[in-house]
């Protein structure tokens, strides 16, 4: 099993486990722009007697990133969801030779 600090990343994480978990053919560069580049956009937001207030949000995509790398480098995978872990669906993937890749919403963690 390769564990992401036996490869470290490179410029960008995301890229980077996409990357190795493709076995590392694709470079991160292109990997990144295929998902939607690196993103950055700022708002400033005026309201009628309140100061105006200034949201900077770097790489904003609609789109979940990793999602978008697999479908245009026409890669098939799976999407499953739970409120809990589901090791088992974790483990099965794992395998038979598959990546995983696990997004946790922090506010979820103890």
Avoid: N
């Amino acid at each position: 099993m390769l564990l992401y600090e036996d490869f470290g990343t490179g410029r960008h994480r995301e890229s980077s486990l996409v990357r190795h978990a493709l076995g590392s053919t694709h470079d991160e560069a292109l990997v990144a722009g295929l998902a939607g580049g690196i993103g950055f956009m700022y708002f400033v937001f005026e309201y009628t007697g309140r100061p105006p207030q200034l949201t900077i949000v770097a790489q904003a995509h609609p789109d979940p990133w990793i999602r978008s790398a697999l479908d245009r480098l026409h890669v098939p995978y799976d999407v499953a969801h739970s409120a809990r872990p589901r090791w088992d669906r974790v483990h099965a993937a794992l395998d038979a030779g598959h990546p995983v890749f696990c997004t946790v919403d922090r506010s979820g963690l103890p």
